[in-house]
């Protein structure tokens, strides 16, 4: 290759890197963040107050919770998992359908059920290292199939099951209050939101569980012959997605009052949009969650700025493509020219 | 002696034997399907379904043809799509204004547009073909969205429809074989030019295909090129057929996982260098030909996407484990002895 050994040699080449490059690796989302902030106070007087950051937050909670999950698969250079909208679906489906037994019960039962889907993934992607997009491909295609199948295209409604199995439905509306419920002025979805990003910065960090999801996304050969369980990691982690997606599915099924197999569609992108604009590579092994945290922060402002804007949401989405493929463009070019980017 | 030669020769030729299946295993399953579904499925034997199944194969066979390229050369391309949404719609859209000609070349021109697009980003800014797919695809649905203004758009012309699907030598139609035409176009193209070949090259080891001459950056334009131009090409033969489009996502991304499982099963390795358009063409119908028999014994199309979604998984999973039993084998020689015995002879 005729650049290859320039590339080289300034990969090794401390002096020549960029403090903005170095500034951008480390915090480049939240400069557009605070960009989108400065446009954002010109654009409405009622962009700076209080409520609509709260409106925001409580917009992209979803997004941020999916995203959480997201993070580990991209960390450890799995590029993506597309069965994301299946665990979320499977979870809410599974939850409705147990409510008979007590709320708590269910939501447990739900989030085991997603990280089964989860573990599968995780099993055949870990062991016999299958390409984790056609994997999760094929495995989110297989489970609409079987979620459609096997409750015959149907919506599950929480207090139509409870009245048939013959119990109270006030279980119901515990179910459809958790999106509802707020914790002083923040909603709950946001505070757990903030929670999950927090606990996987820190598990990411300071654990040895995230520092070895850090080498296997680096290079998995690496970390085989330093003696980490690959096979394991990588199974972990997508337990860790599924978990995660889970958490987000019993919150949009709460939020739809309904379990059904569509919940959820569309995450999958939404997600890697989100978690590749904070700054995860698709290499693996890069990044952080709370960069992560400023792409999903993005987004919703972006999102809420141009409708302050008037912009309807078709043009919202070729904004959004655009400005994704421009950062992520331009993070991945200062990496090149730091010498980082070995994709 | 004669007899461990035996041995060792019987379970080479059992070897080569599994290997032609695994090679050939679209067409094995093209087969193993059409008879079990002839004997077993009610109505599946018949002239007029075969022309249906022929027919309907035609989207995904030609999306399919440029699927393939772009996986050849090692890349991905998610946005397909929904340049098929978007060319489907400019074709009808544009209809009125134009005339068939002009809004078929408008809607087929948009794709190749967006085909271009894809291939500078991915290879003169060297973003991720994943990553700058993904952003295209959400603009273009957006694209979509805009132009059709979130509803349907339909024209009251006819006759092309009928044309497309009209009986020609009792399976065919001049759709499917516009489709077949295409397939074989770019199967010759792939395997007797050397432009063709040079495809290979580029996806199996760039570094080779450097010191060969080859243009890479030209190969993936021109390949993203190929790729999203044939989608648009097959949306806008696929609105043509009904003369109407709806701006519904979901076809697009059902197509574009069709397109995806068929290459796979087709044989075509998504890590570059190995594929055939024509293995790729019998996945498609394979797919094709299990919805059709799943709707032959009145099951809906929920067990279509459970059957679609096994048959993806198991294939991925024999490749995945193929390579995993490699890996686990390396080094080893199981038929030592028999081989050491062999020498000494």
Redesign the interface.
């Known amino acids: 290759?005729?650049g290859k050994g320039e590339e080289n040699s300034s990969r090794f080449n401390r002096n020549r890197q960029s403090m903005l490059g170095r500034f951008y690796d480390k915090a480049g989302i939240y400069v557009i963040a605070g960009i989108l902030l400065v446009i954002g106070v010109f654009v409405s007087p009622n962009f700076l107050t209080g409520s609509n950051f709260m409106n925001i937050l409580r917009a992209v909670a979803l997004l941020g919770i999916a995203s959480c999950g997201m993070a580990f698969v991209v960390y450890n250079g799995n590029?993506?998992d597309l069965a994301i909208p299946s665990y979320m679906a499977f979870s809410g489906i599974i939850t409705v359908a147990m409510l008979p037994w007590g709320l708590v019960p269910a939501i447990i039962l739900g989030l085991l059920a997603g990280m089964l889907i989860g573990a599968l993934n995780g099993l055949?992607i870990g062991?016999?290292?299958?390409?984790p997009?056609?994997?999760t491909?094929?495995?989110?295609?297989?489970?609409?199939?079987?979620m459609?199948?096997a409750w015959?295209?149907s919506q599950l409604y929480p207090d139509q099951i409870l009245e048939t199995s013959g119990k109270d439905t006030a279980i119901a509306e515990h179910f459809i209050a958790i999106f509802r419920t707020d914790i002083g002025p923040v909603p709950l979805i946001v505070v757990v939101m903030i929670a999950m990003f927090l606990i996987l910065q820190f598990v990411f960090t300071r654990t040895k569980f995230g520092l070895q999801t850090k080498l296997v996304g680096s290079s998995r050969e690496v970390a085989r012959s330093t003696g980490v369980n690959v096979t394991k990691v990588i199974l972990l982690n997508f337990i860790v997605t599924a978990l995660c997606a889970s958490i987000g599915g019993i919150f949009i099924t709460s939020m739809n009052k309904l379990g059904v197999f569509y919940l959820g569609q569309g995450y999958d992108?939404k997600a890697?949009?989100a978690v590749?604009l904070g700054g995860m590579m698709?290499s693996g092994g890069k990044g952080s969650m709370l960069g992560v945290f400023g792409g999903v922060l993005v987004i919703g402002l972006m999102t809420n700025i141009l409708t302050f804007m008037g912009v309807n949401?078709?043009?919202?989405?070729?904004v959004?493509?655009?400005i994704?493929?421009l950062v992520?463009?331009i993070h991945?070019?200062q990496l090149?020219k730091q010498g980082k980017d070995y994709? | 002696m004669p007899n461990s030669e035996k041995s060792i020769s019987s379970s080479a030729a059992r070897k080569n034997l599994g290997h032609t299946l695994n090679e050939h295993r679209a067409l094995a399953m093209l087969i193993f399907l059409f008879l079990g579904l002839s004997v077993f499925a009610p109505n599946f034997f018949s002239i007029y379904n075969f022309r249906t199944i022929l027919t309907g194969a035609s989207l995904s066979a030609i999306c399919a043809v440029g699927f393939t390229i772009i996986f050849i050369l090692g890349q991905?391309d998610l946005s397909i799509g929904a340049v098929l949404m978007l060319s489907g719609m400019l074709c009808i859209g544009l209809q009125p204004a134009l005339g068939w000609t002009g809004s078929f070349l408008a809607a087929a021109g948009s794709g190749v547009m967006l085909g271009l697009v894809n291939g500078l980003?991915v290879s003169k800014?060297?973003?991720?073909s994943?990553?700058?797919t993904?952003?295209?695809?959400?603009?273009t649905?957006?694209?979509m969205?805009?132009y059709s203004d979130?509803g349907s758009k339909a024209v009251n012309d006819f006759r092309v429809a009928d044309m497309l699907e009209r009986e020609i030598l009792w399976i065919f139609t001049p759709l499917s074989l516009i489709t077949i035409a295409i397939v074989l176009l770019f199967a010759l193209m792939m395997t007797r030019t050397r432009f063709g070949k040079g495809f290979f090259v580029v996806g199996g080891n760039?570094?080779t295909a450097?010191l060969a001459g080859l243009n890479r950056d030209r190969y993936i334009i021109i390949g993203f090129i190929i790729c999203d131009g044939l989608a648009a090409v097959g949306g806008a033969l696929f609105a043509m057929k009904l003369a109407s489009v709806t701006s519904y996502a979901i076809l697009g991304n059902k197509t574009l996982?069709q397109v995806?499982?068929a290459v796979?099963i087709g044989g075509t390795l998504?890590t570059g260098g190995k594929g055939d358009i024509v293995k790729s063409f019998l996945g498609v119908l394979v797919l094709i030909s299990v919805n059709n028999g799943i709707g032959c014994f009145g099951l809906?199309?929920?067990?279509?996407?459970?059957?679609?979604?096994?048959i993806?998984?198991l294939v991925?999973?024999y490749?995945?484990?193929t390579?995993?039993r490699k890996n686990l084998l390396k080094g080893q020689r199981p038929n030592l002895l028999q081989e050491l015995e062999k020498s000494k002879a």
Not at chain 1, 127 to 131: E, G
Not at chain 1, 137 to 146: D, K, Q, W
Not at chain 1, 313 to 318: R, Y
Request: no cysteine; aromatic share 16%; net charge negative.
């Open positions: 290759m005729p590029l993506a055949v062991k016999l290292d299958a390409n997009i056609l994997w491909l094929a495995v989110a295609y297989f489970m609409e199939g079987f459609r199948f015959s295209n992108f890697v949009t590749v698709q949401t078709f043009q919202q989405n070729i959004t493509g655009s994704f493929i992520v463009g991945q070019y090149r994709a | 991905l980003l800014a060297k973003i991720n994943f990553i700058v993904l952003g295209t695809q959400i603009i649905f957006g694209l969205h805009l979130g760039s570094e450097w996982l995806i499982a796979i998504i809906g199309f929920e067990v279509q996407m459970f059957v679609n979604g096994i993806l998984a991925v999973l490749e995945a484990y390579v995993y």
